[in-house]
């Protein structure tokens, strides 16, 4: 037996980081990929999978296209974001976990235009503004700091010098830890607000904002958007264009932003069958405290991509 999914065009709603659905009761779980208010939010959790090894991104498309095929899908909406929706964040480590979810309820905006596609044969569900809880957090801190960050960052600098590495980027973490519950949606919404060019994610616990973008698919054409080179604003509006300025003329940064490219040319967009179409210099991406040399890198391509949040 099959299983409804409708999506129907949404009339007025709360921004989409801020939608409840009361009807959905204690499952208000959120994931989440939006953008300058746009992007798409689901809330509840329809099914979880889990995937890892070698063999993940097979086995992820191989549930996923069994799920569709358990669908009865009424789309009267059609394009990008609507329909069956999966979310989805894989690890860089094989060994790690991957989680595919696809939610109860998504909301989409776009351009001005919303829609809404829920899962089973009850009427579209209403939707409410999230209630505000905010509380302090008491956290302590832990991460990479001190004379052991030192030290790799003065390894990394003799490997440069002997030739042995063109780049490295030496990632930091810091743990907090809390006797108190986190609020997932609080945290988007600073997100949201804080950096509003970035795409705000959300997924089982994995939450953040980034300026970049891997890979987007939209038709045939596949864009992927790096950064390379970062400088801190001042909060001077003529210094910081001064500041723009020379990133643009930072041999450094350029040579910086063409072991990025090269990277993606030659990795994940170079088996879409890559096609030379770069911009011929990279451009100005301004966030709230940092100004970044960004470029997109589009691919004519009749390739087709699996995951992602899309239909």
Not at 62 to 68: A, G, L, T
Not at 154 to 172: C, D, H, M, P, T
Not at 195 to 203: E, I, K, L, R
Request: hydrophobic share 40%; proline share 4%.
């Amino acid at each position: 037996m099959h299983t409804s999914i409708t999506t129907e065009l949404l009339g007025e709603h709360p921004a989409l980081l801020d939608i409840a659905i009361p009807e959905l009761s204690g499952d208000q779980e959120l994931t989440s990929w939006v953008r300058g208010g746009d992007g798409l939010i689901g809330i509840g959790i329809y099914k979880r999978h889990v995937v890892k090894g070698s063999n993940r991104f097979a086995e992820a498309r191989k549930w996923w296209r069994n799920e569709i095929s358990t669908m009865e899908i009424h789309n009267n909406v059609h394009g990008t974001g609507t329909g069956p929706i999966l979310f989805s964040s894989f690890s860089f480590d094989s060994a790690e976990e991957s989680i595919l979810v696809i939610p109860q309820v998504v909301i989409g905006q776009r351009n001005g235009k919303s829609w809404i596609t829920w899962i089973g044969a009850k009427p579209q569900p209403g939707l409410q503004k999230a209630a505000m809880e905010k509380s302090a957090l008491n956290l302590n801190w832990s991460g990479s700091n001190g004379d052991v960050w030192q030290d790799r960052v003065a390894r990394a600098v003799e490997k440069i010098k002997g030739n042995q590495l063109e780049k490295v980027v030496l990632a930091r973490f810091a743990t907090a830890t809390t006797n108190t519950s986190i609020n997932p949606r609080n945290l988007l919404r600073e997100l949201a607000n804080e950096y509003p060019s970035t795409w705000v994610y959300s997924n089982t616990g994995l939450v953040g904002a980034t300026p970049e973008l891997l890979v987007r698919l939209s038709k045939s054409l596949v864009t992927s958007r790096i950064l390379a080179g970062t400088i801190r604003k001042t909060g001077d509006d003529e210094r910081d264009l001064a500041l723009a300025g020379s990133l643009a003329r930072s041999s450094k940064d350029l040579e910086e932003h063409e072991y990025a490219v090269r990277s993606v040319a030659h990795g994940s967009i170079h088996q879409l069958r890559y096609a030379e179409l770069l911009p011929k210099s990279p451009s100005e991406l301004s966030m709230k405290s940092r100004v970044s040399r960004a470029e997109d890198m589009p691919d004519q391509s009749a390739g087709s991509m699996l995951m992602g949040m899309v239909n």
